[in-house]
């Protein structure tokens, strides 16, 4: 199993990047998936899940809003796109399945991450 995430980069507060998810070697049809983020001295913090279907979705309380999560089946990825970036967001991002709507950290599998770096 394979989760490969990208769109990560250097942004301005305010700005906005698109995260990126392809799976390999598991089908998302099958599975909730979702986004954390980790920074540098923190926990794991669960930032986002969708269902399987995409009908039901799940935020951090601290996003406020300004990310929102989708998926295609068909292209077996999920993507998080990421309005209003604050240096607080400042984490590297990973996605990992399963994922429930509490976001709790009892993931099965994950990828290598993404960088996000937002500047004030």
């Known amino acids: 199993v394979q989760l490969q995430a990208s769109g990560g980069g250097l942004v301005q507060a305010g700005g906005s990047l698109r995260l990126s998810c392809a799976a390999s070697g598991l089908s998302l049809d099958y599975y909730a998936i979702g986004w954390f983020r980790q920074a540098p001295g923190k926990e794991r913090e669960g930032v986002s899940c969708?269902?399987?279907?995409?009908?039901?979705?799940y935020y951090a309380d601290s996003l406020k809003g300004r990310f929102t999560i989708s998926r295609d089946n068909a292209k077996n990825t999920v993507y998080l796109q990421m309005n209003s970036l604050e240096p607080e967001d400042t984490a590297v991002y990973y996605c990992a399945v399963p994922c429930g709507g509490a976001l709790g950290d009892e993931y099965e599998y994950w990828g290598q991450g993404t960088q996000v770096t937002v500047s004030s």
């Open positions: 969708t269902s399987t279907s995409g009908s039901s979705t």
